[in-house]
């Protein structure tokens, strides 16, 4: 497993392995185990709430649907999370560039577009998933890629009665900060 090759499969489907907008936490906890807690969006409202597998990042609605998934590669490394090991991750290399992602979209037939630059960035789109990726460009002569991520996905969200009836367990625990 490459690192080019996950975030290509992530441009193109809008997934990283298990984990893509619209999934159910309990189906992703049952393939990988139970993600670490990264913290309330809000201060106030446990939901939506943050979640990770080493550098996947997962933003989940109270309902227990997941809304929006962030890698984060600026650290050179990428952790993902295992199938292999429910639990684990593995660390891959990931200082990718924008010709190489662009390119490795382009070669599986996945269609990207490039939004407005701004200062010390510029990006790339996937079509028709909208998996957008950042790159930085102060890093040398090719942009750096930085984050990729997807848009929040909508979705009609239960009741909150009807979520603490679900839940009742208080599935998953909130871990204390």
């Known amino acids: 497993m490459e690192a080019l090759d996950v975030l290509t499969a992530f441009g193109s489907t809008g997934r990283v392995g298990l984990l893509h907008p619209g999934a159910r936490l309990r189906e992703v906890v049952a393939g990988y185990g139970m993600p670490w807690d990264t ?8 939901w939506p709430h ?3 597998y080493g550098d996947v990042e997962f ?3 109270r309902c227990r649907i997941i809304t929006s998934v962030t890698v984060q590669t600026w650290r050179g490394t990428v952790e993902l999370p295992s199938r292999a090991r429910s639990g684990e991750t593995v660390a891959l290399p990931a200082r990718l560039t924008f010709t190489q992602v662009a390119d490795a979209l382009t070669a599986v037939g996945c269609r990207w577009e490039r939004p407005t630059p701004s200062e010390g960035q510029h990006g790339l789109r996937t079509l028709p998933q909208r998996v ?8 040398g002569p090719d942009a750096v890629l930085h984050v990729a991520g997807t ?8 009741p909150a009665a009807d979520v603490e009836a679900a839940f009742a367990d208080g599935f998953p625990p909130e871990q204390a900060g």
Do not use: A, Q
């Open 39 to 46: 913290g309330r969006i809000g201060k106030r409202r446990r």
């Open 50 to 52: 943050l979640y990770s």
């Open 59 to 61: 933003v989940v609605c």
């Open 132 to 139: 957008d990726f950042t790159f930085v460009t102060d890093d």
């Open 151 to 158: 848009p929040v996905h909508e979705h009609e969200c239960m």
